[in-house]
């Protein structure tokens, strides 16, 4: 009971101070857009599959991209092919997103369940060692039936910090966690807490511009978590308020305040990639894409 008293105080106290703190920051920084620094990737599933890689890598560069985000790849060869075509085309491989911790969660009470999410995990990580990337999303916990909150945040810390930041630490590639519809780290505060409390360079978080919609508004989590954000995904979401719930858009046609974004990202000086993930398409969509990321990064409506 005691334990359970402590883990709720550390959620409320001492994460809104820093919160603020951070927040006042923030505010000091400059507030030009980042243009100049951030990259624009693609997700490798956003491309023609039927293609063989070096194909779907020049399509992205073609169409304006300067990266990829990999998914993990167990087979040697076409992980060596994978490299090769990132080589050719000068397309850097910038994260993988991890398999399989929607199956086999690291919070899983089940010994084999936690074992076979770790060398999902392993495999990620070798693959971002080979890649050159340097981060791997990962969705650290699923809250269910099954698996408190508590238990949720306890079970995967351990498993992170026991069994992945060795080798992350090893293949110098960060673990990014990324909140999604988990029924966990439903809140910015509890975001930044739970990454705070790793200690780690080798744990950042991974964020999600449109994740976040359901529940909160992504500017006011982009200020909260700051420097902690290594990897950032764009997409869009509209409510459909008849139904109550949300339908996928592409960026600038949903209810993202993309400007606010942009503003807040400027504030934290965010300089790294960031990785739409939205439907797939032909050239045309692509550059498409491109150029409303574009213009979004400039500060202006992506559409």
Same mark, same amino acid.
């Given at each position: ?48 599959? #039927? ?26 060869? #076409? ?79 351990? @498993?992170?910090? #026991? ?39 080798? @744990? ?27 990897? @950032? ?71």
């Amino acid at each position: 009971m005691n334990d359970r008293r402590m883990f709720l105080k550390s959620l409320g106290v001492g994460v809104l101070s820093a919160a603020h703190a951070r927040i006042a920051e923030a505010g000091r920084l400059r507030q030009q857009p980042p243009s100049s620094q951030i990259r624009k990737a693609v997700l490798i599933s956003m491309l023609p599959k #039927e293609l063989p890689y070096a194909q779907r890598f020049a399509i992205a560069r073609e169409a304006g991209f300067h990266g990829i985000e990999m998914q993990t790849v167990a087979l040697a060869g #076409e992980a060596q092919e994978i490299l090769e075509a990132s080589k050719k085309t000068g397309l850097r491989i910038h994260s993988v997103m991890n398999a399989d911790h929607w199956r086999f969660p690291l919070s899983s009470s089940d010994r084999e369940v936690v074992n076979r999410s770790v060398a999902g995990m392993e495999t990620s990580l070798r693959n971002a060692a080979l890649w050159g990337a340097d981060a791997v999303l990962l969705v650290p916990a699923v809250v269910d039936a099954t698996t408190s909150y508590r238990d949720a945040w306890m079970r995967s810390q351990r @498993v992170i910090r #026991e069994q992945l930041l060795p080798l992350a630490r090893e293949l110098k590639v960060i673990v990014a966690v990324e909140e999604v519809w988990n029924k966990f780290l439903l809140s910015p505060l509890e975001f930044a807490r739970y990454i705070d409390e790793f200690d780690s360079p080798w @744990v950042k978080a991974y964020f999600d511009v449109g994740n976040v919609v359901f529940y909160g508004y992504p500017q006011d989590w982009i200020r909260t978590l700051a420097e902690r954000i290594v990897k @950032v995904h764009l997409k869009d979401f509209q409510l459909d308020r008849p139904n109550g719930r949300f339908l996928w858009k592409n960026v600038g046609e949903g209810d993202v305040d993309w400007l606010e974004v942009q503003r807040a990202f400027a504030a934290i000086d965010y300089r790294g990639y960031m990785t739409t993930e939205v439907a797939g398409g032909d050239a045309g969509y692509l550059k498409d894409l491109a150029t409303r990321v574009d213009r979004f990064l400039a500060g202006q409506k992506p559409v």
